[in-house]
């Protein structure tokens, strides 16, 4: 149905910002709430940041809030990630969801799509 492609990871120092993109296809975008979780080796997919169907509404991790940011663009079937203050403990592979008329959007059940992630790695 939908495909999702991240871009935008890479390699940066702490304190420095990057911006992920998850572009979709195959989809009615704007009916798809988008979220972000991440992976770090030996550890559970988390929960980063969400946007919503209908637009408006972001929720963000506690770890995140205050330095993250989503957005979307509809006319792009796009949603962004921009990444601010980056720690080390940010490090992760990111990954873009996206869920049919999705509401809690903070738990990973919620998502229908899942892209392939993006690498993100902040060095000390």
């Known amino acids: 149905q939908v495909q999702l492609v991240e871009s935008g990871g890479g390699l940066v120092q702490a304190g420095d910002s990057l911006r992920l993109s998850c572009a979709a296809s195959?989809?009615?975008?704007?009916?798809?709430?988008m979220g972000w979780f991440r992976q770090a080796p030996g550890k559970e997919r988390e929960f980063v940041a969400a946007?919503?169907?209908?637009?408006?509404?972001?929720d963000y991790a506690d770890n995140v809030k205050g330095r993250f940011g989503i957005s979307r663009d509809d006319a792009k079937k796009t949603v962004y990630l921009q990444m601010n203050s980056l720690k080390p403990d940010d490090t992760a592979n990111y990954y873009c969801?996206?869920?049919?008329?999705?509401?809690?959007?903070?738990?990973?059940?919620?998502?229908?799509?899942w892209g392939q992630g993006t690498q993100v790695t902040v060095a000390s």
């Open positions: 969801a996206a869920a049919f008329l999705g509401s809690y959007l903070n738990r990973k059940t919620t998502y229908d799509h």
């Open positions: 195959g989809g009615t975008f704007s009916n798809y709430a």
């Open positions: 946007i919503s169907w209908s637009g408006g509404r972001t």
